[in-house]
């Protein structure tokens, strides 16, 4: 019995499937598995072959970098009295058909089989994203004569005409937009998922149902992963003022080196789709501003410590290195 081992795969950008058809034997042969002959791995790469170590030691000398783990063979470490033969779902075969541009495919599949045509894979991504990446005119219309979501997202906030777009496939451009898609990137939208910054939060996370307005209305109070938080939204404007969008890149660039007691915590930003937010942590005391309009003059000993730290704040920003933050906008709200 062939002891159980994980492959690994790195899902990237660029649409592609692998089907794995042999799986390296335990003494360094190739052993036929009839288990992993009808798998397929959805990638979204152009794969780089480099070696891969299995989890019992061994190595392939040279299969796809990859992240997620399959493990093939039987957990149990008992003897199998029969392989089972893997059921690939009809969706699943609807991604492999479309990045083959196998248009009678996509047809059997979906009018038969009852495949999912909005079906998404692990990253958001549906079958008119992976055709309108190969530049398939032919099955980009078929999908979206079968209902295909022209405006579906993937994870990143592309679109499949943001896709066709970028990999210029002006044929299927033209087949969506004439279909109404439409292209909601926002300015600092990548196309390599590498490229994504790790700040990135989905906005689909934060929850704005009992948010109200702080800080005269610049920030909204809202919840994300179970915790409130302050969140800024961009206005349209800053998609269309080139000094403003640099202002926004400017101010995310010094948000992610401030770590300091005595200054607002940055928690992230969403920069890949529209609208554009930053998110920072929630005081719930409100500013100092509210405070004094509130409560009047302060007790000598709260004036000395609301002032230490302020002043601790500041050092902090001005000794920041490699290079100090001069704050330019203090004031108490």
């Known amino acids: 019995m062939e002891t159980p081992r994980s492959v690994r795969f ?4 660029q649409s592609s499937y692998l089907r794995l058809d042999k799986l390296a034997g335990a003494d360094g042969g190739d052993a036929t598995s009839s288990a992993a002959e009808d798998i397929f791995v959805y990638r ?4 780089q072959l480099v070696p891969i170590e299995f989890t019992d030691g061994s190595s392939d000398g040279g299969t796809t970098e990859a992240d997620a783990v399959l493990v093939v063979g039987d957990r149990s470490g008992g003897e199998e009295e029969e392989e089972k033969e893997v059921e ?14 196998d248009v009678e495919g996509i047809k059997e599949l979906v009018e038969e089989c009852a495949a999912d045509v909005n079906f998404r894979d692990i990253d958001d991504r549906t079958a008119l994203h992976v055709a309108a990446c190969q530049g398939y005119g032919e099955v980009v219309e078929l999908l979206i004569q079968l209902k295909a979501d022209v405006d579906s997202m993937d994870r990143w906030g592309s679109t499949p005409l943001a896709d066709a777009i970028y990999y210029k496939n002006h044929e299927v451009v033209k087949l ?10 926002a300015p600092m939208h990548v196309k390599n998922a590498r490229d994504v910054p790790e700040y990135e939060i989905d906005p689909q996370e934060i929850d704005f149902s ?29 998609f ?16 992610q080196r401030i770590r300091h007691p005595n200054v607002v915590q940055f928690l992230g930003a969403v920069t890949q789709s529209t609208p554009m937010m930053i998110v920072t942590e929630f005081l719930p005391k409100g500013d100092l501003y509210e405070y004094l309009q509130n409560r009047g003059g302060l007790k000598p000993r709260t004036a000395v410590r609301y002032a230490l730290d302020i002043a601790r704040g500041l050092s902090y920003l001005h000794e920041i290195k490699p290079h100090p933050v001069i704050h330019c906008d203090l004031e108490p709200s």
């Not at 307005?213 to 961009?234: D, M, P, Q, Y």
């Open 176 to 185: 969506l937009e004439d279909n109404g898609a439409k292209l909601p990137m």
């Open 240 to 255: 269309t003022n080139e000094e403003k969008l640099r202002a926004f890149r400017d101010e995310l660039a010094l948000l």
């Open 210 to 238: 009992n948010s109200i307005n702080i800080n005269k209305g610049t920030f909204l109070r809202a919840s994300w992963r179970g915790i409130e938080v302050a969140v800024k939204k961009l206005g349209d404007e800053v």
């Open 10 to 13: 790195r899902f990237g950008r």
């Open 88 to 101: 690939i779902p009809a969706s699943v075969k609807l991604m492999y058909a479309a990045h083959e541009g």
């Open 44 to 47: 979204r790469e152009v794969p």
